[in-house]
């Protein structure tokens, strides 16, 4: 095996255009999903990148040949490396997004829609930038204003209502 | 002693080995609480005596390596134990060690309270020995795959404890950190088939060797393509928008040992491929206008906020450009510098976040408008508090001004106008870090409650905020609810103190203290590290240590 890594550099390796079609295919909809406000869709979106690179991974592994098992032809065998790593690659995906459709789930179990919330932070600091104010933090006069995640974070018991 | 007296690299994988069989154990033990802290204590106290002999070694005796499997090299997975790694290893695990000692503490506390625990026990325990096994495994990667297993390993149990409990806010905050690292490991893999497609190995050392052979085009592809994707792990300035995002609203242990380890990783493997991979790298402007933006934007984010976590949040990524920094002269003495750096802030970072959890313990709140009078009511806390936030500021002689000293005369020496540019940058952020964490001090610990903005609130408010230790309840936490729908507010000690749990208090003490020893060996640790990055920068040792001869090409 160790015989197959120099003819991989080799110039010879002629990329599948196919393969390559079809990752770029699925990576350019994941992304498109992934922008997306919900993240049912943005999980779909995660899973067809995840899928468009496990593709990738069949197009560096150069032409395709026989099962690489001991006794056949190293000659005729595909390159058993990159496939060891793309199984790897779609275990751990698999995983992933098995526990962002629990996050979901939850999600919507909390708040009755899965899209993702806006960033309250990000809009507190705007609003202060409108207004032209300091934080209130510099002005004791001034009414308070609390970030709500660290309020929610003061929170002490993270329990399903 | 002889080499051969003992065999060194079979202790590599143990820092691996050793919480992966641990969390076994604890997911066994389920039941038996007391059992589960036992067994995770032993685990990890053996993972840091593991570290302590492998720093020791690396030092005495150069990088050692473990082939596993026992496959003809360089077809295996290496592990590989070199003077970065292994003070990397002996730093983090010291750090999980006493993080776990204050969620123990944590726990143990919550139950006598009678508070449904923070940190549920039975998945705590498993899912943090798996991190700690995640984050060994990262540093004594030999090939990039393994480096992708290791993320993804400790990313994982991240998820988890991101989340722990299900709370709205975790929730929120969770989506937004998986699906970031989601983003993050896919264009990780993406580098890693180029590197493959380009070299055919993915073994560090073998690229070493072979990368140099590429036409500089693909080079610096695959260079961006790594670079890209650790950056995001290690929040570097454009890619670090999810981290004041996400941290604050986990557990405390959580958010410290998150906040000491994870983002350091990245800045390993930022470190490992610059320095073993791409030497001569066309990307140092790149990386130093990173590096500026990446401590100014932190640190003015930590300026302009309120909550205690969310200002060491954005210190936390504003330091990381100091690293950045470090790494970006790639001088030895640059490297060193960073290496020094990263030691330093694991500890600092950690004991501050640690501290903040006590101070929400103390006072229920970490939002600085309804702080005040903690010097009164916890002298020891406020003193743990002033001697960090000094040390995170560079105040001498702490080690974060040794830290600084060290990176900016590195940048005083390579003496480009963008050098300069940034030692300017890093001085203004240190002083501006001095500024966020003064503010911090005057108003939560030095003021009297009652100059709070909302203290008012609570005089009068009688209901439910007028009990002692009353914890916040916040109604329908989710986006767009006002502070108006919080009822209770921060009552301090003037009644009856709540007190600090003394395992809490303790491992909180001993973490600063393990900041202040940094100051005090010092030197030890400066020439150690610049052994390492003198290692690093002639890459020789590690790549003739892990290849044997007759595959070195």
């Known amino acids: 095996m160790t015989a197959l890594a120099p003819t991989l550099i080799e110039p010879s390796l002629q990329p599948n255009i196919t393969l390559v079609l079809v990752t770029v295919g699925l990576v350019a909809t994941g992304t498109a999903l992934a922008l997306d406000r919900s993240l049912v869709r943005v999980l779909l979106g995660m899973v067809l990148i995840g899928n468009g690179i496990a593709v990738l991974y069949l197009v560096i592994s150069g032409r395709a040949g026989r099962a690489p098992f001991v006794g056949e032809d190293p000659a005729a065998i595909s390159d058993p490396l990159p496939q060891a790593m793309v199984l790897t690659a779609i275990v751990i995906s698999l995983a992933t997004i098995g526990f962002l459709l629990a996050l979901s789930y939850r999600l919507w179990q909390i708040s009755g829609t899965d899209d993702v919330p806006d960033d309250a932070e990000d809009a507190r600091i705007q609003r202060l930038a409108l207004e032209d104010q300091t934080s209130s933090t510099y002005d004791p006069s001034e009414e308070s204003t609390t970030t709500s995640d660290e309020l929610a974070a003061d929170d002490g018991s993270p329990r399903a209502p | ?553």
């Open chain 2, 1 to 553: 002693m002889s080499p051969n007296a003992f065999p060194v690299p079979d202790l590599v994988p143990l820092p691996v080995l050793l919480p992966l069989l641990g969390a076994a154990l604890t997911l066994a033990f389920r039941r038996s609480p007391r059992l589960q802290r036992s067994v995770s204590i032993a685990v990890l106290a053996a993972v840091v005596a593991v570290a302590g002999v492998l720093v020791w070694q690396t030092d005495v005796n150069g990088p050692q390596v473990l082939w596993l499997g026992a496959w003809q090299e360089p077809l295996g997975i290496s592990l590989v134990a070199d003077r970065l790694s292994a003070l990397m290893l002996l730093v983090s695990s010291i750090v999980t060690l006493l993080v776990l000692v204050f969620a123990i503490g944590q726990g143990q506390a919550d139950s006598d309270d009678e508070i449904e625990s923070e940190t549920p026990l039975t998945i705590f325990h498993p899912t943090y020995l798996v991190l700690a096994a995640g984050v060994s495994n990262a540093f004594l990667a030999g090939d990039l795959f393994n480096l992708f297993v290791g993320f993804e390993i400790l990313l994982f149990s991240s998820y988890v404890l991101i989340t722990l409990g299900g709370s709205a806010a975790r929730i929120h905050a969770g989506t937004t950190y998986v699906v970031v690292s989601l983003l993050s490991s896919a264009l990780f893999l993406v580098g890693i088939a180029a590197v493959y497609a380009a070299t055919g190995t993915v073994n560090l050392a073998q690229l070493a060797i072979r990368i140099g052979d590429l036409p500089s085009g693909v080079a610096l592809v695959l260079q961006l393509s790594l670079l890209t994707a650790f950056a995001i792990k290690a929040a570097v300035f454009p890619l670090s928008a999810w981290l004041p995002d996400s941290y604050p609203t986990a557990p405390a242990p959580v958010t410290a040992v998150f906040a000491g380890l994870l983002t350091k990783v990245g800045v390993y493997a930022i470190i490992r491929t610059q320095t073993l991979l791409f030497p001569d790298s066309p990307l140092q402007g790149l990386l130093m206008w990173a590096a500026l933006l990446t401590m100014v934007i932190g640190i003015l984010g930590a300026v302009s906020q309120s909550g205690l976590k969310r200002i060491l949040s954005f210190t936390l990524v504003s330091h990381i450009g100091y690293m950045i920094f470090g790494i970006a002269l790639a001088t030895p003495e640059g490297t060193a510098g960073a290496i020094f750096y990263v030691a330093h802030h694991i500890t600092i970072q950690t004991a501050l976040f640690l501290i903040t959890g006590l101070v929400e313990r103390l006072a229920g709140t970490t939002s600085l408008d309804r702080l005040g009078g903690l010097a009164v009511a916890s002298p020891v806390l406020a003193t743990l508090f002033f001697v960090s936030a000094m040390n995170l500021s560079g105040i001498p002689p702490l080690s974060g001004f040794l830290a600084k000293v060290g990176l900016l005369h590195a940048g005083i020496e390579l003496g480009t106008p963008l050098a300069w540019l940034l030692v300017v940058g890093g001085i203004v952020t240190s002083l501006l870090t001095l500024y966020a964490l003064t503010k911090v001090w005057s108003q939560a610990f030095w003021r009297t409650l009652a100059d709070a903005p909302r203290s008012s609130e609570t005089a009068a408010a009688p209901q439910e905020g007028a009990l002692v230790g009353a914890r916040e309840t916040t109604h329908g936490s989710g986006p767009g609810t006002g502070p108006e729908t919080t009822t209770a507010s921060a009552v301090l000690a003037d009644a009856n103190p709540r007190t600090l749990p003394r395992t809490m208090l303790g491992a909180t003490a001993a973490m600063t203290l393990v900041g202040v020893l940094i100051t005090v060996v010092a030197g030890p640790l400066f020439a150690y590290t610049q052994r390492a990055a003198s290692d690093l920068m002639s890459r020789e040792p590690y790549v003739t240590s892990v290849l044997p001869v007759e595959v070195r090409r």
